[in-house]
């Protein structure tokens, strides 16, 4: 009876509901309450009992205004041991679109007509979704039953029991400190670790709408965070600056404010975040180094077993902030086991749930990221690997990016924006990155995959992979070669030596001699002009066609006096190719580059849509006549290939311009008419009976285009090369 007596004493003080394997608590003033959703907990066959529930904000930015809007929603909490059974009733309408996330928890909730129920068998951080809404939404905590709890009166303990604590200033944790919140308390004050060595803050309570950035530790050592709630903080939840050793563990995180991260990392060493759940309005994780007064490397950090959420920008960003005056090094980063629900970033700077972007001369190296899941988000990229030089907050573009592995990744949605993977320049790039197991929408994506010949593999995620130097890759992948058609390059021996020969050349231009490999290639300079190479860094990514001119450029390489066309010089793993396009090519003066006055023009469709490719400029490209150099018509034919590439996929003109080619050139104009002619019987090779039909047509009235493609056609299916 007197123990009986305790406990009823225990639950009137402390607002804590207590069974043998479930405890609830109640929410002291002056939280605020949610009334969207009733939730209520049991153990199997046992009473219900009722689990508050606070408000928390939530952020969303209106993209075309920029202006921030808050959103209520909600969070529950209780603690359990065993089994417990959960009850969720929905006050605000019908549960039309039932779902628990992450996904991959596979919880599938049996729902009624405003409520949903679904069991726990170990404790799960989870999203409770029951209309289209993102921001309605239940967010649901819960942990182990604590069991090593301090004493109160320890004293190296600051500890704070349930009910509602405040604190005026900063709550400064020292060496060999432990900051203890129990489940049920709430405590207002912003919380600092900094210059302390073996401190810790604990417990199952609530750091709420802290007046800063809610948790700091700079320049401290052997650090833990764990278990703890933050509730809408003014800045960042976790700051860890120049930090030694640090772990965060189980720590959940909602933000709704303008630099609202999740967990900040500046220049650390040996941080380990573990079991985190994270719904912030900026980066949930972002890793830096130099910013501020904090200074060096950032090396063997560790994200695994989290959830994260990015109402804007990224799920986890690496690398925008470092040293340009004394260059820092981020190494030995370890991403697994993260679930990422959604990533939300209108801007294309800022996007990817995963970013590596390295600014400010950092180097970023030795990274795997290995079996994460990522859901449909609203808006963004998967993953993408940038070398930047973003004005707004770096002072110098990053070194680069070398030796990432990428494993066991899925996505499943239709939202992704095409990934991007660029470098800055040629000094600046980014090297060894490997996919293994790279899953979109169920599809494993890989090499070997089933795809049509003329698809790269980055296209079934998709991903752009930007060379910096986009002239070489011009030069090297050309689509006068067999590589340019295939999007292939087929070594005939795996030899890592001559692979890496390759990408050398297509960064660099040329490639240096490999020593100590089981090939030895010389050295073989580049056939590319010191002022083309300055001229191609400057403009952005991607080809320009008004810029692309009929009047080739005064070059060192064009005045060469020997037998190359102007190409690039054959390397020694290249095998021959046959230079059809270009056979008759002889010296002409300038006077003989201008468009043919004869007559010999492309046709006003035609003409329009290679405008429209030259981003709407008022240039007019014609026919080169022949005999005209290689460089003015190779100009020509790329942005004739680039022009009838894009129309045969997005518009139905493209017989009448096919129509409008042949009626308008001549024999003389033969290579023009086999860059169609090949074109349309590679894709032919899909057996589209639609494309078929619409080309019947053109090919009944010009013979000529008729046999070109058939030509084309056969040699496709036996896998000869036309060129």
């Known amino acids: ?188 004050a912003a919380v600092s670790l900094d210059d302390a060595t073996s401190a810790s803050i604990r417990g199952h309570g609530v750091l709420y709408r802290t007046p800063t950035g809610a948790i700091s530790a700079q320049r401290s050592s052997n650090i833990t965070i764990e278990s703890v709630t933050v509730i809408n903080p003014a800045h960042y939840t976790v700051n860890a600056a120049e930090a030694r050793d640090v772990t965060v563990r189980k720590l959940r995180s909602f933000s709704a404010v303008q630099w609202g991260d999740g967990i900040d990392v500046y220049s650390s060493k040996n941080v380990l975040i573990d079991g985190v759940f994270l719904r912030n309005s900026d980066d949930c994780v972002a890793l830096y180094n130099h910013r501020n007064d904090w200074y060096g490397d950032s090396v063997n950090i560790t994200i695994q077993n989290s959830a994260l959420w990015a109402d804007v920008a990224h799920a986890i960003n690496i690398g925008t902030h470092g040293n340009s005056i004394s260059p820092e090094t981020m190494s030995d980063i370890s991403i697994r ?198 001229d191609e860094m400057k403009r952005a990514p991607g080809i320009d066609f008004a810029s692309l001119e009929l009047v080739p450029k005064t070059s060192p390489r064009l005045d060469v006096d020997d037998d190359d066309s102007g190409d690039y010089a054959p390397g020694p793993f290249e095998t021959e190719v046959a230079e059809e396009y270009f056979d008759d090519a002889e010296d002409v003066g300038d006077d003989d580059l201008l468009p043919n006055k004869k007559g010999d023009d492309l046709g006003s469709k035609t003409g329009d849509i290679c405008n429209e490719t030259a981003t709407a400029q008022s240039k007019r490209l014609s026919p080169p006549p022949p005999g005209t150099v290689e460089a003015a018509t190779r100009t020509y034919m790329r942005t004739l290939w680039q022009t009838m590439e894009l129309t045969w996929t997005a518009d139905e003109e493209f017989p009448d311009l096919v129509d409008e080619l042949y009626a308008t050139t001549t024999e003389q104009h033969q290579d023009l008419r086999d860059i169609v002619c090949r074109l349309v019987g590679f894709h032919l090779l899909d057996n589209n009976a639609s494309a078929k039909k619409r080309l019947e047509p053109v090919m009944k009235k010009h013979g000529e285009f008729a046999m070109g493609v058939m030509d084309h056609y056969i040699l496709s299916v036996r896998g000869d090369c036309a060129w």
Request: glycine letters at 6%.
């Open 1 to 188: 009876m007197f123990i009986h007596f305790l406990l009823l004493l225990l639950v009137a003080l402390t607002g804590i509901s207590c069974a043998a394997s479930l405890q609830t608590y109640s929410i002291p003033n002056p939280v605020k309450q949610s009334s969207s959703f009733t939730v209520k907990a049991r153990e199997p066959g046992g009473e219900w009992q009722s689990v508050s529930t606070v408000l928390v904000n939530l952020h969303e930015i209106k993209i075309t205004t920029g202006s921030a809007q808050v959103h209520p929603s909600s969070l529950a909490m209780f603690d359990f041991d065993g089994t417990v059974e959960v009850l969720v009733t929905y006050n605000s309408g019908v549960v039309s679109s039932p779902r628990v996330r992450p996904d991959s928890y596979k919880i599938k909730p049996v729902t009624g007509n405003n409520s949903l129920s679904f069991t726990f068998n170990e404790p799960r951080d989870i999203i409770i979704q029951v209309t289209e809404s993102v921001f309605d939404v239940l967010h649901l905590i819960t942990n182990r039953i604590a069991t090593d709890v301090p004493p109160s009166n320890a004293t190296d303990t600051i500890y704070y029991g349930p009910g509602y604590h405040t604190h005026n200033g900063t709550l400064n944790i020292t060496s060999g400190q432990t900051l203890y919140l129990a489940q049920g308390a709430v405590l207002n």
């Open 337 to 534: 086991n993260v679930d990422i629900m959604d990533h939300r970033e209108f801007q294309m700077g800022y996007q990817g749930a995963i970013a590596i972007n390295p600014g400010d001369s950092n180097l970023v190296k030795d990274v795997v990221i290995e079996s994460v899941r990522v859901e449909d988000f609203r808006m963004g990229q998967l993953i993408t690997m940038m070398v930047m030089y973003n004005q707004k907050y770096n002072t110098s573009p990053g070194r680069g990016i070398s030796n990432v592995t990428i494993r066991d990744l899925s996505y499943n949605g239709v939202n992704a924006n095409t990934a991007i993977m660029t470098g800055y320049n040629e000094s600046r790039g980014i090297e060894f990155v490997r996919f293994e197991s790279l899953t979109i929408n169920g599809l494993q994506i890989k090499d070997t995959m089933k795809k049509p010949a003329w698809c790269m593999t980055a296209d079934f995620v998709p991903m752009a992979i930007v060379c910096s130097q986009s002239c070489v890759f011009d030069k090297a992948l050309n689509s006068s070669f067999k590589e340019g058609m295939t999007n292939e390059v087929e070594l005939p021996e795996d030899d890592p030596a001559a692979i890496r020969c390759m990408l050398e050349f297509m960064y660099k231009g040329n490639y240096s001699t490999v020593e100590g490999g089981p090939a030895v290639y010389e050295t073989y300079p580049a056939r590319l002009a010191p002022e083309e190479v300055a």
